[in-house]
């Protein structure tokens, strides 16, 4: 069975860190790109990051460019999001998922495999 669990969220102060993990199991990266998608109540799920696991090729939003860093390690089947600078606005539930044709820009809507999600607040 296919699985990817999400962790590492919490309740953070404006300006500080977090690092979230991906882990898979069912699968192997094998060339798949893996993404980082958030969301909040009543808004649609965006897109922040992206990583293929074959070539380590990264896209991120301008709007996390520059404060978070995706990484991969493909021995552990895990995906790594290190957020730094967090800011209130980047509240959300945080979600991994994974694109078996490894697209580099993990479309929202061509995602294969989704994980849980795990919640990231931050505090003013």
């Known amino acids: 069975e296919v699985q990817l669990q999400a962790s590492g969220g919490g309740l953070v102060q404006a300006g500080g860190s977090l690092r979230l993990s991906c882990v898979a199991s069912?699968?192997?990266?094998?060339?798949?790109?893996i993404g980082w998608f958030r969301q909040v109540p009543g808004k649609e799920r965006e897109g922040i990051s992206c990583?293929?696991?074959?070539?380590?090729?990264?896209v991120y939003a301008d709007s996390v460019k520059g404060r978070f860093t995706i990484s991969i390690d493909n021995a552990k089947n895990t995906v790594y999001l290190q957020m730094n600078s967090l800011k209130p606005e980047d509240t959300a539930k945080y979600y991994c998922a994974a694109d078996l044709t490894g697209q580099i820009y993990c479309p929202l809507y061509g995602m294969d495999y989704w994980g849980k999600g795990t919640q990231v607040t931050v505090s003013s």
């Open positions: 990583i293929n696991s074959g070539d380590g090729r990264t």
């Open positions: 069912g699968f192997t990266f094998d060339g798949s790109s």
